[in-house]
């Protein structure tokens, strides 16, 4: 500090950062016609036409929650549980090849 100077005020903020919760962009009939699209693409089925009455449905939800889609395609009898692949017996496990040329050690 020079002899002449005031010693510098500390300063407070009086503000406080505030979080702002941003909602994502309203999804574009342009891209929802394109997911359509790309769905009668791959499937050959338009997944907006009812398969029992070919009546036009729409989107009313989304479910993203693993356990209640699990409890829907149960109640469907449409869930299947997934297994294990099966395991290689012992003769399998002791039938490896190695081959030296395919070493980087030698």
Not at 30 to 40: G, V
Request: charged fraction near 30%; aromatic fraction near 8%; charge should be neutral.
């Amino acid at each position: 500090m020079d002899a002449g100077s005031k010693p510098k005020e500390e300063t407070q903020i009086s503000w406080k950062p505030e979080i702002i919760e941003i909602e994502a962009p309203p999804i574009s009939k342009e891209l929802k016609k394109r997911w359509s699209h790309f769905i009668r693409k791959v499937y050959e089925t338009d997944p907006l036409t009812c398969p029992k009455c070919q009546g036009k449905m729409r989107i009313i939800s989304f479910i993203n929650q693993p356990d209640v889609i699990k409890k829907i395609l149960q109640h469907l009898g449409l869930w299947e549980e997934s297994h294990a692949p099966p395991g290689r017996s012992q003769e399998e496990k002791k039938e490896s090849t190695f081959d030296p040329s395919y070493s980087q050690l030698l």
